[in-house]
């Protein structure tokens, strides 16, 4: 059974409002794509429909025992009190671009009916972020008239793109990015045959999120990281380290490495600001903006991988303090 690491604090709250009857009737989770909201969510819902239908669960965790019946129901999906609304995967293999407003409105079936297992309904929706506006004003009407004891769980990556309306009926609860000894554990746990060093460079790399950090395993980001290094405190005068980057994170396959790229610089360059003083500082500041800037609108306007490496590279052999080569992005 999935584990959730860290997060004490929201699971105490959880536990402490289904034991006093004070349980809000949407919860909205919020916080860094991959730190657990969505493991939260399923692990909740296994407690409450647990608890209500018996028998008792004994603990002060979220963890039901895989032995208990509604446990065996919902790891086996056919728990008659219970949805979960994601993405649908398509004949492609692909994941469809929305919850639609069919699925939102297959809720009916669930909180229009007589619960069967015990008084609670519990429903998830992971993301709520992908819900398309007619699903999302579909799912208001439940929000604004909820049944009595129905739970909806609604995982939120951006919880600023919500209609207001959404937000205002959910109690919002925050998921922080994990620390180190909580990313380790996590990542252990879903990596089992990882060496220390693996899990140590995962940590290191998911900035918080196990994630993000099982998405970058393996997409080479130390070997980024020294380049990065390698840029900010020798530049790059003859444009080769920069035309090498640039040539190899604009192959196709180098899509994720290239994301991965992306969202390195800023933070890098970032890093560096913050060893600087005066002038230097004001440099490094301007230098992180312009690269936080390209690096945020490069995927969604389509901008051509290689360019965009050779220009982002060139603001951090900048930092080294003499201008890098002047000349385009081979490759």
């Known amino acids: 059974m999935t584990a959730l690491h860290g997060h004490g604090r929201v699971t105490s709250d959880f536990l402490e409002s289904l034991a006093c009857g004070r349980l809000h009737h949407a919860w909205l989770l919020t916080g860094p794509r991959g730190v657990g909201k969505g493991t939260f969510a399923w692990l909740a819902a296994r407690r409450l429909l647990a608890q209500a239908a018996g028998p008792p669960v004994i603990g002060d965790g979220l963890d039901v025992p895989s032995s208990h019946p509604v446990a065996s129901l919902l790891d086996a999906g056919s728990h008659p009190d219970f949805r979960q609304l994601e993405r649908l995967e398509k004949p492609t293999g692909d994941l469809a671009r929305s919850v639609t407003v069919e699925q939102v409105r297959g809720l009916q079936a669930l909180f229009g009916s007589t619960p ?63 620390g180190d000894a909580d990313m380790a ?37 130390a070997a980024i ?17 920069r035309s090498a980057l640039a040539s190899k994170l604009a192959l196709k396959a180098a899509q994720p490495r290239y994301e991965l790229f992306l969202g390195r610089v800023p933070t890098h360059i970032a890093g560096v600001a913050r060893t600087r003083h005066g002038a230097p500082l004001g440099e490094a500041i301007r230098l992180w903006e312009k690269a936080r800037d390209l690096a945020g609108s490069a995927v969604g306007l389509s901008l051509d991988p290689a360019a965009v490496t050779f220009e982002l590279a060139g603001y951090v052999a900048a930092l080294a303090g003499a201008p890098a080569g002047r000349g385009h992005a081979r490759g």
């Open 116 to 178: 069967f297992l015990s008084p609670w309904r519990v429903a998830i929706i992971d993301a709520i972020d992908d819900l398309e506006r007619a699903a999302a004003n579909a799912l208001l009407k439940n929000l604004e008239e909820p049944p009595a004891n129905c739970l909806f769980l609604l995982v939120s990556h951006a919880p600023a793109t919500l209609l207001p309306t959404i937000r205002s009926r959910c109690l919002t609860v925050r998921f922080d990015a994990l």
């Open 225 to 241: 990281d020294d380049d990065l290094v390698r840029l900010s405190t020798e530049g790059d005068p003859t444009n080769q380290v």
């Open 185 to 221: 554990a996590a990542l252990r746990g879903a990596v089992p045959d990882a060496n220390d060093g693996e899990i140590a460079d995962m940590v290191a790399s998911g900035e918080g999120s196990p994630g993000v950090a099982l998405d970058r395993r393996g997409l080479g980001l």
